[in-house]
């Protein structure tokens, strides 16, 4: 029988392939899922995780302790898949020059500048970013807006806990995210595909959210070049180009910040951009999605949630019309 797993990690059956029997049947173990609670999921999410970390081992270690209040119960996409498939246009627009081109990127000595409406502006480096909160790891569900998905184990802490530091005044209403722009660095700034450096930018509630995760790892080690390192921003409910890599600088606005997309093709990707099934790009269908390292010619795809199932987050935008503000 066909199955798909729901947000939480319960496993459903597609209902137009399944007999009433197995539809009882399901309910049963859906039941005793239910009954066997948190604790199951952790030791499967566990087994999945052990599975995906098995390929690694280039980058230094970093210990996290699972959040598993933050964590989708979906299996880890293969290390090789989250680090050979990528989005960086600094680095190239096919999705495997990132991989091949950001070696170049020298992410040591690194420091994120924290600036505009805070009463306590300050730089920090590395080392003060990896000690600012206890890191967690949070196997999130990452959506492209272009109809991929990928399933990744992030090391890092809640960006609120960066927010609170700074101390924010209360003009901030924004949060703007500057990636770096070095053409000796990175082959693909210069490129005419978008505007340099590429900024990206929340509402600051949004951005105290403790989903919004400040991200320093993934899959138990540091980040990967091609993944944003050393530093980048995994807003899990929002498209994957949201989610800018490589930051060098965080603003904190009064105005809505202009972002690389949204200047480069306005009508196409909105301020927000929340993943929402029911708003269509004006070129495609987000109604649903392909899972990377599912997609043999046979494979399902799967249908997109409201959020990308991160519903926690739906009071940020009560009241809102979300086909205005896609
Ligand atoms: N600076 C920068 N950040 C970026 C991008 C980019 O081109 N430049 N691409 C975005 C897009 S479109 C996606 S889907 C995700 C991909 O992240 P991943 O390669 O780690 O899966 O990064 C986002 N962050
Ligand atoms: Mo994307």
Not at 65 to 91: Q, R, V
Not at 273 to 283: F, L
Request: proline share 7%; net charge positive; charged share 25%.
């Amino acid at each position: 029988m066909l199955i798909q797993r729901s947000p939480n990690g319960i496993e459903l059956p597609f209902s137009s392939e399944i007999t009433p029997r197995a539809v009882f049947e399901s309910r049963r173990e859906f039941i005793k899922q239910m009954a066997l609670g948190t604790m199951a999921g952790g030791a499967l999410l566990a087994m999945a995780q052990r599975e995906a970390f098995a390929q690694t081992g280039e980058h230094p270690k970093l210990a996290a302790k699972l959040n598993p209040a933050y964590s989708s119960m979906d299996k880890p996409s293969a290390y090789k898949d989250a680090t050979t498939y990528n989005n960086f246009y600094e680095f190239g627009t096919d999705k495997s020059d990132p991989a091949q081109n950001a070696a170049t990127l020298k992410t040591r000595p690194w420091t994120v500048t924290i600036e505009g409406e805070v009463k306590k502006p300050m730089t920090l480096d590395m080392d003060a970013l990896l000690k600012l909160a206890p890191l967690e790891e949070r196997v999130y569900r990452l959506r492209c807006v272009e109809g991929w998905s990928m399933v990744i184990p992030w090391v890092g802490y809640s960006l609120s806990e960066l927010i609170k530091k700074v101390e924010p005044t209360g003009n901030a209403k924004y949060v703007e995210f500057v990636s770096l722009a070095d053409k000796k660095q990175m082959p693909g700034v210069g490129s005419r595909v978008l505007t340099w450096p590429y900024v990206e930018g929340l509402r600051i509630d949004e951005a105290n959210h403790p989903l919004a995760l400040l991200t320093l790892g993934m899959y138990g080690e540091t980040l990967p070049n091609q993944n944003g390192a050393p530093v980048r921003i995994v807003l899990p409910w929002k498209y994957g180009f949201k989610s800018a890599k490589s930051i060098v600088k965080i603003r904190f606005v009064k105005e809505q910040p202009r972002t690389a997309w949204n200047v480069s093709a306005p009508s196409e990707y909105g301020f927000y951009s929340n993943v929402n099934p029911n708003v269509d790009h004006p070129r495609w269908s987000q109604a649903s999605e392909r899972r990377i390292g599912e997609d043999s010619f046979f494979a399902r795809k799967r249908k997109t949630l409201m959020f990308n199932g991160y519903n926690d987050v739906a009071s940020l935008y009560s009241g809102m019309d979300l086909k205005k503000f896609f």
